[in-house]
T-cell receptor, first 111, second 115 residues
Framework: QQQVKQSPQSLIVQKGGISIINCAYE??????FPWYQQFPGKGPALLIA?????SEKKEGRFTISFNKSAKQFSLHIMDSQPGDSATYFC??????????FGKGTRLHILP | NAGVMQNPRHLVRRRGQEARLRCSPM?????VYWYRQLPEEGLKFMVY????????ESGMPKERFSAEFPKEGPSILRIQQVVRGDSAAYFC?????????????FGSGTQLSVL
């Protein structure tokens, strides 16, 4: 049973465009929703995270939009750059429990 | 301040051999997590350890896999009698916060290949 479903599996965006990655979750007890960024040969690194008491969080070019009623959240990358090319993982957790990761999205930004 | 250190980066084993993966957490971190990443898959939680204690091993296969985090030295993930299906990237993460999986810092992983 996949608790966090992520789409698309891969994404190609032109430089300067907006990259959008979506995630859906099932467990309404989840209370923490991070996004991780992973470059080839490296471990994932926390990019941005949100809690369900807000509908949006923005950090620089990265924004999380959160829809509690639909049990969905998404990552938006504005003005996408070639350096943003990486694999992105959404995740969720509740309380002190372990983080559950989505399957990842391979993002490629065309120069 | 060095990050999470994992070694080896690449490990090749033949079926039936043992694999030992090491993880040194960030300085000041006493909580270690192991995750496994298969191709085209996300990270699957395996085990959460504090010094000398296993806190949550709900993601560990029942057989052949074990983990420890001794008082001195790195955390070790041990896989006995490896099979081809064990081939994956194994990531270690550490956290400074008790019981919190939120502030995770990942190492660069060990890529295990079973021939």
């Amino acid at each position: 049973q996949q608790q966090v479903k992520q789409s698309p599996q891969s994404l190609i965006v032109q430089k300067g465009g907006i990259s959008i990655i979506n995630c859906a979750y099932e467990n309404t007890a989840f209370d923490y929703f991070p996004w991780y960024q992973q470059f080839p040969g490296k471990g994932p690194a926390l990019l941005i995270a949100i809690r369900p008491d807000v509908s949006e969080k923005k950090e620089g070019r990265f924004t999380i939009s959160f829809n509690k009623s639909a049990k969905q959240f998404s990552l938006h990358i504005m003005d996408s750059q070639p350096g943003d090319s990486a694999t992105y993982f959404c995740a969720a957790s509740k309380g002190d429990d372990k983080i559950i990761f989505g399957k990842g999205t391979r993002l490629h930004i065309l120069p | 301040n060095a990050g999470v250190m994992q070694n080896p980066r690449h490990l090749v084993r033949r079926r039936g051999q043992e694999a030992r993966l090491r993880c040194s957490p960030m300085k000041g971190h006493s909580h270690v997590y192991w995750y496994r990443q298969l191709p085209e898959e996300g990270l699957k939680f395996m085990v959460y350890l504090q010094k000398e204690n296993i806190i949550d091993e709900s993601g560990m296969p029942k057989e052949r896999f074990s983990a420890e985090f001794p008082k001195e030295g790195p955390s070790i993930l041990r896989i006995q009698q490896v099979v081809r299906g064990d081939s994956a990237a194994y990531f270690c993460a550490s956290s400074p916060l008790q019981g919190s999986h939120e502030k995770l810092f990942f190492g660069s992983g060990t890529q295990l290949s079973v021939l």
